[in-house]
């Protein structure tokens, strides 16, 4: 008998651990630590109480446990979806906005493993959520056995007592030796679900009115000159900020601003926030061409379903020929057409025959040789959209930079593209990825930059050069979201956006303007059109 009740003892105590540990699982990166699992998370008590008390009706019991089974998987699911987008975008995930990334995740580790390795982790998630499932269903069944009915009224006690110092906690009132920390992320969720509803709504309401509709006569005052935009991924102010980084990219940038000066090209500095960090580039280049923040997939799939006239539109609309060069784009991509480019060159039209960077489908050096090629004859001037993936996670490997007229067909690269650990390796060390990153962000900005100086000549084209959002948060080391913009080109040309206060050179100086990156279109547009629309009341 006394061996019995030890065991059940052992049983309700084993049981009561795993509820513990989900309960107490955070769903910040920062927050994992063994203090967090040894607070005692006040829903503990105030479930096992329930179970307790209920245990003597079984239709009720079996109904409390399953839905009990059901909110802890989920908001399982929902913490560890937030540990990682915390890790990887500086931010929580979204149930309404951020479905998404389940598909993305699996195409980057496709990209990454192959195939067959990237299904055997979806296999291997979904046998992890059968097991969890199980479990808690078997931990919460124990603690459903029938006791006598003082025992389960004194649960019924405990767990309204505990009920009520869980919504103390929550409301802060008191400071309980415990922590409601599930349900206030719980209550989190709920809460940024129904934002994100009503935001979606303001946003289509937004994007339905446009100032420059109807407008004509834009973008004259440069008179018929090429534009390109360069995006350099994961390229922010961590470049700049931290000296992991500043140090080899800064003096990057004082060498190329005099190679510049020296073909003749001027260039100018500023900062726009970008509305992501870590990830998901195209949320960046939709709110740069929208003049809207498209800071997550629901707002930027409202904003191309939207009668909004992106910075590709308009140009479209003054006589520009519109085309975008995206080497990372391997799968259908109509979303191209629908922001307004006549023209893509994806990575399949990009004519590379070179091995692949693991992720990166070409090192970005190839695609600045390549792109102005394989466009299409046309009278009009170009307004091109180019996104380089070089400094694209993982970092490695990184090739040299070549002798632009040697690239050819991009077999040349093929000695460098598994040169060095693979990422598994690197990754396991994270200075180690921090050093990968610095050294990719040089490599695309050596490639950017020494493009940019090759343009030189009477009908070189204004060039901007800006990154998309910061890295990782654990990667930037540098709170916020900036990212550099540069404007290179003819000092004539320069000249129009004198009325920006921007800063001379590559470098933002301490007094660089600050912009939101959707404010970029509409000052764009405004500085280079000679009757310009009246700014917004």
């Not at 008590?45 to 009990?68: D, N, Y």
């Not at 379903?305 to 975008?324: F, I, K, N, P």
Request: hydrophobic share 50%; net charge positive.
């Amino acid at each position: 008998m006394s061996g019995g009740r030890t065991g059940r003892a052992a049983l309700l105590l084993l049981s009561a651990l795993v509820i513990w540990v989900l309960l107490a699982l955070p769903n910040r990166p920062s927050a994992l630590g063994v203090g967090t699992f040894v607070r005692l998370p006040l829903e503990l008590p105030v479930l096992l109480g329930l179970l307790v008390a209920t245990a003597g009706r079984p239709r009720l019991s079996q109904a409390l446990r399953i839905l009990l089974v059901a909110a802890l998987t989920a908001i399982t699911i929902l913490k560890l979806a937030d540990l990682a987008l915390h890790e990887t975008f500086s931010r929580p995930f979204n149930p309404v906005t951020d479905r998404f990334v389940f598909p993305a995740a699996l195409n980057l580790l496709t990209g990454t493993l192959g195939p067959v390795a990237a299904w055997g982790v979806v296999a291997l998630a979904v046998a992890a959520l059968a097991l969890l499932v199980w479990l808690l269903a078997w931990a919460f069944g124990c603690w459903a056995r029938p006791v006598g009915g003082a025992r389960r009224g004194v649960a019924g006690f405990v767990a309204l007592g505990f009920a009520l110092v869980a919504a103390a906690d929550l409301t802060r009132t008191t400071d309980p030796p415990g922590r409601a920390g599930t349900t206030r992320i719980a209550l989190a969720h709920a809460d940024r679900a129904q934002s994100a509803a009503r935001d979606l709504t303001a946003y289509r309401r937004a994007a339905a009115s446009d100032p420059f509709a109807g407008a004509s006569g834009l973008l004259d005052r440069l008179e018929g000159r090429d534009v390109i935009v360069l995006f350099v991924e994961s390229y922010g102010r961590a470049s700049f900020s931290n000296p992991l980084y500043s140090t080899t990219h800064v003096p990057t940038l004082e060498a190329a601003a005099t190679g510049l000066a020296d073909a003749g090209f001027g260039a100018r500095s500023l900062w726009l926030t970008s509305p992501i960090a870590g990830g998901q580039s195209w949320l960046a280049h939709g709110t740069f061409a929208s003049g809207l923040e498209t800071g997550d997939q629901a707002r930027y799939g409202a904003m191309l379903a939207s009668d909004r006239r992106t910075l590709w539109h308009l140009a479209q609309e003054a006589g520009y020929r519109t085309a975008a060069v995206m080497p990372a784009i391997t799968l259908p991509w109509p979303e191209g057409p629908r922001s307004g480019f006549e023209t893509v060159l994806a990575a399949a039209d990009l004519g590379y025959r070179g091995r692949p960077f693991n992720w990166v489908t070409m090192p970005d050096q190839y695609t600045l040789a390549a792109w102005p090629r394989l466009l299409p004859p046309d009278p009009r001037p170009g307004f091109v959209q180019i996104a380089l993936i070089s400094s694209h996670a993982p970092w490695m490997p990184i090739p040299p930079m070549l002798d632009w007229d040697a690239i050819g067909d991009g077999r040349v690269f093929d000695r460098y593209a598994e040169a060095g650990d693979p990422p598994r390796v690197v990754w396991q060390d994270r200075d180690r990825v921090r050093d990968q990153y610095r050294q990719a962000i040089d490599y695309a900005l050596r490639a950017a930059l020494g493009f940019a100086a090759r343009q030189a000549g009477p009908d070189a084209p204004l060039i901007i050069v800006l990154g998309d959002h910061q890295p990782a948060s654990s990667i930037a080391q540098v709170a916020g979201r900036d990212v550099p913009l540069h404007l290179i080109g003819p000092p004539d040309v320069l000249a129009l956006f004198d009325g920006w206060n921007p800063t001379p050179g590559l470098v933002p100086g301490p007094g660089a303007p600050v912009w939101p990156m959707a404010a970029f279109r509409d000052r764009f547009v405004r500085a280079t059109t000679t009757a310009r629309p009246a700014e917004p009341s």
